[in-house]
């Protein structure tokens, strides 16, 4: 359910709304928009009377929302969510493109200071990397743990880059949440819905990856429970689903876009290197995912790709960033979008200190 309150209601008004639904065991969650305020209604709202809301003063009407999610969908929020950063002209969801570019592990901080140095100048505000890796195999390399996650707080100090790195777990999220700027949920964790809750009572943004086989309502449903946990700062991620084809590691599904975004208004971005798995296809479907209206891309770069511990198949060389960077500018602009210039360098910029 949804109380839509009227164009001038005051905070007053609003905060009373809120009020009574706490009372009735309920959650109020209220979110601003421009034209007026939405306040959702989560929890089971059967032994709600609609009209007992509908009378308080500073309300315009009370409408059950059909969709199962609530707080994601444009009925909560007509206009798209913009995640904007403390310290950085970053952001997600408005005008400019939000690109999120580095290796897919934290490896040392030689290898992380170089691909940071390169990215920077290219242009990306948001680093990535893992210090906590979700593998297929228990032999494979697990990450660096919290020493990749400092490594990645050095990053921001020294760049200005804004951080996002996955949690996999209860343990890591509590120390993902301390370091990074963004937490990354993964494709394998998308409906561990008691990490997602967690992660909603964080308060930092979350990135969410689609899993390997949700569909689009499973895939808002699962940015859903963070949101009814309070935290409104949710953005999707398309990273490819598992299909017959196997031309590329993933089927990366640009439809669900403009499908995301006629349901939500939260930003969602596309990741073609998990997407795809391989090098040569990632500026193509960066280029498509531009074209399509995706409101940021995720790319994994590496300095030295053939000896990456993870990913480097599909980790593009810098140069090939830089490349990728300048093509989906002239792209941006078609879709009236923006791509940042070369974030300003610190003034003894010489990567691996
Ligand atoms: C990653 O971004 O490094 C990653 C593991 O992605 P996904 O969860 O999409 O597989
Ligand atoms: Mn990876």
């Given at each position: 359910?949804?109380v839509?309150?009227?164009?001038?209601?005051t905070?007053?008004?609003?905060?009373?709304?809120?009020?009574?639904?706490?009372?009735?065991?309920?959650r109020?969650?209220?979110i601003?928009?421009?034209?007026?305020?939405?306040i959702?209604?989560?929890?089971?709202?059967?032994?709600?009377?609609?009209?007992?809301?509908?009378?308080?003063?500073?309300?315009?009407?009370?409408?059950?929302?059909?969709?199962?999610?609530?707080?994601?969908?444009?009925?909560?929020?007509?206009?798209?969510t913009?995640?904007s950063?403390?310290?950085?002209?970053?952001?997600f969801?408005?005008?400019?493109?939000?690109?999120?570019?580095g290796?897919?592990?934290?490896?040392?901080?030689?290898?992380?200071?170089?691909?940071?140095?390169?990215?920077?100048?290219?242009?990306?505000?948001?680093?990535?990397?893992g210090?906590?890796?979700?593998?297929?195999?228990?032999?494979a390399?697990?990450?660096?743990?919290?020493?990749?996650?400092?490594?990645?707080?050095?990053?921001?100090?020294?760049?200005?880059?804004?951080?996002?790195?996955?949690?996999?777990?209860?343990?890591s999220?509590?120390?993902v949440?301390?370091?990074?700027?963004?937490?990354?949920?993964?494709?394998?964790?998308m409906?561990n819905?008691?990490?997602l809750?967690k992660?909603g009572?964080?308060?930092?943004?979350?990135?969410?990856?689609?899993?390997?086989?949700?569909?689009?309502?499973?895939?808002?449903?699962?940015?859903?429970?963070?949101?009814?946990?309070?935290?409104?700062?949710v953005i999707?991620?398309?990273?490819?689903?598992?299909?017959?084809?196997?031309?590329?590691r993933?089927?990366?599904?640009?439809s669900i876009?403009?499908?995301?975004?006629?349901?939500?208004?939260?930003?969602?971005v596309?990741?073609?290197?998990?997407?795809t798995?391989?090098?040569?296809?990632?500026?193509?479907?960066?280029?498509a995912?531009v074209a399509?209206?995706?409101?940021?891309?995720?790319?994994?770069?590496h300095?030295d790709?053939?000896?990456?511990?993870?990913?480097g198949?599909?980790?593009l060389?810098?140069d090939?960033?830089?490349?990728?960077?300048?093509?989906i500018?002239?792209?941006?602009a078609?879709?009236?979008?923006?791509?940042?210039?070369s974030?300003?360098?610190?003034?003894?910029?010489k990567?691996?200190?």
């Amino acid at each position: 359910m949804l109380v839509v309150m009227k164009a001038h209601a005051t905070e007053e008004q609003v905060h009373a709304v809120c009020e009574r639904i706490a009372s009735l065991g309920l959650r109020a969650h209220a979110i601003p928009g421009v034209q007026r305020t939405a306040i959702g209604i989560t929890g089971n709202p059967c032994a709600m009377e609609p009209g007992a809301l509908e009378e308080m003063s500073g309300v315009q009407e009370v409408i059950q929302v059909s969709k199962p999610y609530k707080l994601v969908s444009r009925d909560a929020k007509e206009e798209d969510t913009v995640i904007s950063f403390a310290g950085s002209d970053g952001s997600f969801g408005g005008r400019d493109l939000a690109v999120v570019a580095g290796p897919c592990s934290i490896e040392s901080r030689e290898q992380t200071f170089a691909v940071a140095e390169r990215v920077s100048r290219a242009g990306a505000r948001f680093f990535r990397g893992g210090a906590y890796k979700p593998r297929t195999s228990p032999y494979a390399f697990q990450g660096l743990g919290e020493e990749g996650l400092k490594i990645m707080a050095a990053v921001r100090e020294r760049f200005g880059l804004m951080i996002i790195t996955e949690a996999l777990d209860d343990e890591s999220l509590d120390l993902v949440a301390d370091y990074a700027d963004v937490i990354q949920i993964g494709a394998r964790n998308m409906q561990n819905f008691s990490l997602l809750k967690k992660a909603g009572r964080k308060r930092k943004p979350v990135m969410l990856k689609r899993g390997m086989s949700a569909t689009l309502e499973e895939f808002l449903m699962a940015a859903e429970y963070i949101m009814s946990e309070g935290n409104y700062e949710v953005i999707l991620c398309e990273r490819g689903v598992r299909t017959f084809a196997d031309h590329t590691r993933n089927t990366l599904d640009l439809s669900i876009v403009p499908a995301v975004q006629r349901l939500s208004h939260l930003p969602i971005v596309v990741d073609p290197s998990h997407g795809t798995g391989k090098r040569n296809k990632v500026l193509p479907l960066s280029r498509a995912a531009v074209a399509v209206g995706a409101d940021g891309l995720m790319v994994e770069v590496h300095h030295d790709p053939d000896h990456a511990l993870s990913d480097g198949m599909q980790s593009l060389f810098p140069d090939q960033f830089d490349e990728l960077m300048q093509e989906i500018r002239s792209i941006a602009a078609v879709v009236h979008r923006n791509v940042q210039d070369s974030q300003p360098q610190p003034a003894i910029a010489k990567a691996g200190r």
